[in-house]
Every structure is written in structure tokens, then in C-alpha cells.
């Protein structure tokens, strides 16, 4: 894995409700990573934490090689783009373009056309006051805005949030492109599993405060499958298959079989003298809800 444009070491956040940590990630540069879990499992107070938004109780979180809170952070903000979950309401009585007269002094990187030029891809005009813009025009407003001086590195928090379909197609597009370059990072938090697959080369699961695994996404929907096996009655031990998460009868002698190791399961099934009659990948979204339902239980 190449640098990280994230790094998170040992953070914790203690609130009267909820703990978030001890966490412990790197997030490589030049990939996106889509951040993902249930609600209220401390995505977004990551992303606070991440921007220096929130203090932690303990910990460091560094982006792009610098540490977060140490005194002068404009040599890494002026690098990166936020668009946080939600839109901030001291700023409705501002329209759009004021609002980027504001920022654009901070950003040496600020390109006039290209904000242009996102907020016409988006339908947008920014002549409009941000509190009397929809939620959907306000997200590609923010998302415009973020990326307007060319970051080396995105924070996203459910960027699609409100989008219509075509919007949300955009925003895709626009994504896809703005990686192209190949050396910058998008970190997301989704809910959206589509865009996930679209969009993310990693996932991190996060439940419950804890960030449970970082992922391949491939690898991930490589590895998962579900499978028909017939073992002729052998009474095989099914416990003892690579990553089994899932087991049922399917009628006389086979069974269906979830697992998250499919290569080392079929390598083990044909050790057993089972048959394998058919495999079938996962889709994205029962991979997290296994995941989600596993964490649950040990948790
Ligand atoms: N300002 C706050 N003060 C105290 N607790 C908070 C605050 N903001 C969030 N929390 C709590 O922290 C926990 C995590 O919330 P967070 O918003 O980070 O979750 P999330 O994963 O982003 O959820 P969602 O998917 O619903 O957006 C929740 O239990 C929430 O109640």
C-alpha cells in the first residue's frame, strides 16, 4: 500500500452515549475508501475528528503527512475538500457566489472555471442564497464548492444525500474524473451501496465506534460466495470450511454455504470429497449485512 493520506493512531472520543475508538487506520493515498456502517456508528464524528472539528481524548489523526491540531493546519486545509453531512445554517442568508467570494482567498489552488464549469454540470445557480437552495441543490452547491480549488485529498460525508438519479450520476462522473489523475484521495462516508461499488477501491466497516476491517473492495466480493455443496451424505463437518458465515440444508444431501474465503473453501470441499454443484458471488450490499450481523453478535 502506498503512503497514507490518512493516518489514525490509537483516537478515542468519549461522549456521554457513545465511545468511538480506539482506532487505528491508514487510509493509502491515490485510492478512493468508502467509510461504512449502520447509523450512528460514528462515521461522521470521524470525520470531525479527522478535520480537527472534534477534540479526541486520546490519539493522533495526521492527513497528507501532517498532524491534525498542531498549531498551523493551513498548510494541509488549503489541500483538501469537506463536504460535511450537513449543510451549515449560518450560511443561508449568503448566496453561493458570495459564499465563494469568502473561501476562495484561502485556496492558492482555486480555479474559477472549474467551479464554473461544476456548478453548470450540476444545475446550480450560485446567484441563489444558500438557505433558499433545496437540500439536493445545497449538496452540489457544497460539493462544487469543495472541489473548486483541486484538492489533493476529499472528505465526503454521504456526499449523494438528496441527489436526484441524474445528480447523482454527475456527482459520479465528476468523481471519477477528479480521480483520473491518479495521485489524489477521496475518503466517503455512503449508504448508498451502488455508489460504493462505483466508486470505492477500499471499505472500511465501522460499527458500534470501532472500525471493524479495512477491505479490498474486489477481493471482498471476490471472496464472498455463496455456495451449493453435496457431500453424498457423509455427514462432512461443515464448521471446519473456510470462513463459513452462513449454513442450511438445501434438500436430501446438499447445503448452502456462505463463505467469506472462497478460494480455501473449495480447496477444502474438494479435500472432503464434496461436491461443489454451484457458487454464486455476493452482492455488496449482503456482504455488509453479513458483516453488520456478525459484529452485532460479538459485540
Ligand atoms: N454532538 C454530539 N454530542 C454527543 N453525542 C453525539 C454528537 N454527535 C453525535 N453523537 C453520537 O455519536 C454517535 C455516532 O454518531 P455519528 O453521527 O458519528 O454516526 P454516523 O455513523 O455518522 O450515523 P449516520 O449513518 O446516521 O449518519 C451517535 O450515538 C450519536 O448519538
Known amino acids: 500500500m502506498t503512503e497514507a493520506a ?4 490509537a483516537l478515542v472520543q468519549r461522549r456521554a452515549h457513545f465511545e468511538l475508538g480506539p482506532v487505528e487506520l491508514a487510509i493509502p493515498a491515490g485510492y478512493v475508501t468508502a467509510i461504512v456502517g449502520p447509523n450512528g456508528s460514528g462515521k461522521s464524528s470521524l470525520f470531525r475528528l479527522m478535520l480537527g472539528l472534534a477534540r479526541p481524548d486520546a ?15 493551513t498548510a494541509y486545509k488549503t489541500r483538501i475538500g469537506y463536504v ?15 459564499k465563494a467570494a469568502f473561501v476562495r482567498p484561502w485556496y492558492p489552488g482555486w480555479d474559477v472555471n472549474y467551479y464554473r464549469e ?9 446567484g441563489l442564497k444558500l438557505g433558499k437552495m433545496s437540500k439536493g441543490m445545497r449538496r452540489k452547491y457544497d460539493l462544487s464548492l469543495a472541489m473548486a480549488h483541486h484538492p489533493d485529498l476529499l472528505l465526503l460525508d454521504e456526499p449523494s444525500s438528496g441527489l436526484d438519479p441524474i445528480a447523482w450520476k454527475t ?3 465528476v468523481l471519477h474524473r477528479y480521480m483520473e489523475r491518479g495521485d489524489r484521495t477521496i475518503v466517503m462516508a455512503s ?3 451502488d455508489e460504493v461499488r462505483r466508486l470505492a477501491d477500499y471499505i472500511v466497516f465501522v460499527v458500534h465506534g470501532r472500525v471493524l476491517g479495512m477491505y479490498e473492495k474486489d477481493a471482498l466480493l471476490e471472496s464472498w460466495q455463496t455456495m451449493y455443496v453435496d457431500d453424498a451424505g457423509r455427514s ?3 464448521k471446519a470450511m473456510p470462513g463459513l458465515r452462513g ?12 463463505t467469506d474465503s472462497a478460494h480455501a473453501a473449495e480447496r477444502w470441499l474438494a479435500e472432503a470429497g464434496a461436491t461443489l454443484v454451484s457458487k454464486q458471488k455476493l452482492e455488496l450490499d449482503d456482504i455488509l449485512i453479513h458483516l453488520t450481523e456478525h459484529a452485532r453478535g460479538v459485540m
Not at 118 to 126: C, G, P, Q, S, T
Not at 247 to 252: D, H, V
Request: no cysteine; proline share 2%; charged share 35%.
Open 84 to 98: 460535511p453531512e450537513e449543510a451549515i445554517d449560518l450560511e443561508d442568508k449568503i448566496s453561493g457566489d458570495q
Open 247 to 258: 449454513f442450511e440444508a438445501a434438500g436430501g444431501t446438499t447445503y448452502r454455504i456462505v
Open 236 to 238: 462432512t463437518d461443515w
Open 59 to 73: 490519539g493522533r489523526v495526521s492527513l497528507l503527512g501532517r498532524r491534525v491540531g498542531d498549531g498551523d493546519d
Open 171 to 173: 456527482m459520479i462522473d
Open 118 to 126: 461544476l456548478l453548470r454540470r450540476f444545475e446550480i445557480d450560485a
Open 191 to 193: 449508504h448508498i451501496v
Open 6 to 9: 490518512v493516518a489514525i493512531e
